[in-house]
């Protein structure tokens, strides 16, 4: 739910606090950030990004449920697990070259599903931390989707789907 709500890399979602959370705003902020040396920087950037208001009350849902104090991260597994049990469900449902999924396609995922709804790529990347060449050269396909497929994918997004209102 973090990856697919958020499009943040699995080390990113992992330092994700309570406290890094607006509820009111759908917003949260991402810390602990790829450092790019290539560009020069020595301390991660802080990203600041909208959440859709369905992904915000299932962030409440778990700091109920998990009893979170404001500094407690939310809990995810470590990357090897998740990565384990991803393929293991991608095998269950018969999912074509199952063996080659990880959670980065889950990040992947998220940017071509907001590109595919209309959303201009040069915020989607920034959201993402990329750079527009990056972005278009890894990340953004062409528009594969069917009308039935967007429709499924503005379920699974909710409202951040109108993505380019929010930013």
């Not at 890094?20 to 450092?35: A, C, G, I």
């Not at 972005?135 to 396909?141: G, K, R």
């Amino acid at each position: 739910m973090m990856l697919i709500n958020t499009g943040a890399r699995y080390n990113e979602a992992m330092h994700i606090k309570v406290s890094d959370v607006d509820f009111d705003r759908n917003n949260l902020v991402l810390r602990k950030t790829k450092v790019r040396a290539k560009k020069g920087e020595k301390k991660p950037t802080p990203r600041y990004i909208p959440i859709s208001s369905e992904f915000a009350k299932w962030l409440r849902k778990q700091v109920r449920k998990h009893k979170l104090q404001i500094d407690d991260y939310f809990p995810m597994l470590k990357n090897p697990a998740a990565n384990i049990a991803l393929k293991s469900i991608t095998k269950q449902l018969n999912i074509k070259d199952w063996q080659d999924y990880s959670c980065h396609n889950i990040r992947k995922t998220f940017e071509c599903w907001l590109v595919a709804l209309g959303n201009d790529g040069f915020k989607v990347a920034k959201h993402m931390g990329h750079t527009a060449q990056v972005a278009m050269n890894e990340y953004i396909s062409s528009d594969i989707f069917t009308w039935d497929d967007k429709t499924k994918i503005r379920q699974v997004l909710g409202d951040l789907y109108a993505y380019n209102q929010r930013i």
